[in-house]
């Protein structure tokens, strides 16, 4: 995982005044407010492995400041934890995967997706001739409109309501991925 930081808009002196006035009612007050949380926020980032703890704490400050104009009047509560709230998507944000940094997957070997094909046709033939017949006519055809369109049919057909139908196809579908994956197992170990 990449460290990315989306750095907020530049700390003027008026959001810094309003940071004040929302940490406390006079500047020795809210100046030893605006210490605690600072502290108590690198301290959140370090115990959740950030590499810069500081600069993630004063990120979080930043985006608090440039918004407390707003939160003067409407905010109620400690505003300590409107901090660690902007704190917890900073840090989202900063251990975010870089997309472009990401390893390409190396395909499957032809011989991994033959056992894959065997197993499934394996438990394919283990299912009832109904649920096989019913997952088949499930997941066929193309997406959208159609695929709807098909799947309430399917269900008139066979006199069940359209929420049935998906349990239904959910639960085969679940038995057989659990059989497929015992098949592939046991071919892996054997």
């Not at 069940?160 to 170990?189: D, F, K, M, P």
Request: charged content about 30%; some cysteine.
């Amino acid at each position: 995982m990449t460290v990315r930081r989306q750095k907020g808009a530049a700390l003027t002196r008026e959001s810094w005044e309003n940071l004040l006035s929302f940490l406390g009612p006079d500047s020795e007050t809210a100046g030893r407010k605006y210490e605690e949380i600072r502290v108590r926020l690198i301290r959140v980032f370090a115990c959740r492995g950030a590499t810069e703890p500081e600069e993630l704490a004063d990120e979080t400050i930043n985006r608090v400041a440039n918004k407390s104009g707003s939160l003067l009047d409407s905010y109620v509560g400690d505003p300590a934890l409107y901090f660690l709230g902007v704190a917890r998507l900073v840090l989202h944000e900063s251990v975010r995967p870089d997309p472009v940094g990401l390893p390409i997957p190396e395909p499957d070997p032809w011989e991994e997706k033959e056992t894959l094909d065997q197993c499934l046709e394996l438990c394919m033939d283990k299912l009832t001739p109904k649920n096989r017949a019913l997952i088949l006519d499930y997941y066929r055809g193309e997406k959208g409109g159609a695929k709807i369109d098909r799947r309430r049919q399917l269900a008139e057909r066979l006199g069940i309501r359209l929420n049935a139908l998906r349990i239904r196809a959910h639960r085969i579908r679940g038995n057989l991925q659990g059989c497929v994956s015992e098949c592939v197992a046991s071919n892996a170990a054997g």
